[in-house]
């Protein structure tokens, strides 16, 4: 069975601030690909990236960035100069190989206060 | 296009009650599912489906059917509720399973609470 642990369950940080949210994943496959979503107040669930387990290059866009590291089966996602528009629920999430089955994580709570 | 649709928003029901949870969506999407979030345990997959006619149990399927008898609607029933079935249901469709690695779309979500 595979699996996602989002250690960090709420971070509150003041605006301007760097905050890095942590994700850890757990599969048998040698092929699988990894999610992060956002969950504002709102309640709607925003894709924001997706990453395959073949490619291990970091990625940028704009204040959001994000660190693949296989060897720790890590996937970090890192907001630099956090705004409190930033402030939601972010959700790391892994999918099979087959991709039948998509595993999310707990979530962790961003409070970005100004 | 509306994307991923569901109804009703919200929703109380008594104990033993009986109701379906509808998700339609007009991407052409082959693979759908359902989800229910709780507090602290994130998205847990109930059931799913690859196409028209072919359903499979997620995680936590039981207390909940679907079927999927065309490539746009796929109904979550709950036969007969609990309290335990308390939560926040989404919808999601994507592109189907070749490459694996398609992101998937989400609804906005039904709020069922059960009394």
């Known amino acids: 069975a595979q699996k996602v642990t989002q250690a960090q369950t709420e971070i509150s940080v003041v605006e301007k601030e760097d905050v890095t949210l942590d994700c850890v994943y757990e599969t048998r496959d040698t092929t699988y690909y990894l999610f992060w979503y956002k969950q504002p107040p709102s309640g709607e669930l925003v894709f924001l990236i997706r990453r395959n387990s073949f490619d291990e290059q970091n990625e940028i866009s704009g204040r959001y960035s994000w660190n693949f590291q296989k060897s720790t089966s890590s996937f970090n996602f890192t907001i630099t100069a956090s705004q409190v528009v930033d402030s939601a629920v972010y959700f790391c999430a892994l999918r099979n190989n087959a991709g039948n089955m998509l595993t999310f994580g707990g979530g962790t709570r961003l409070m970005v206060k100004p | 296009n509306a994307g991923v649709t569901q109804t009703p928003k919200f929703q109380v029901l008594k104990t033993g009650q009986s109701m379906t949870l509808q998700c339609a969506q007009d991407m052409n999407h082959e693979y759908m599912s359902w989800y229910r979030q709780d507090p602290g345990m994130g998205l847990r997959l109930i059931h799913y489906?690859?196409?028209?006619?072919?359903?499979d149990q997620g995680e936590v399927p039981n207390g909940y059917n679907v079927s999927r008898s065309t490539t746009e609607d796929f109904p979550l029933r709950l036969l007969s509720a609990a309290p335990s079935q308390t939560s926040v249901y989404f919808c999601?469709?994507?592109?189907?399973?070749?490459?694996?690695?398609?992101?998937?779309?989400f609804g906005p979500g039904t709020r069922l609470t059960v009394t």
């Open positions: 999601a469709s994507s592109l189907g399973l070749q490459g694996g690695g398609y992101e998937q779309y």
């Open positions: 489906s690859v196409g028209a006619g072919i359903t």
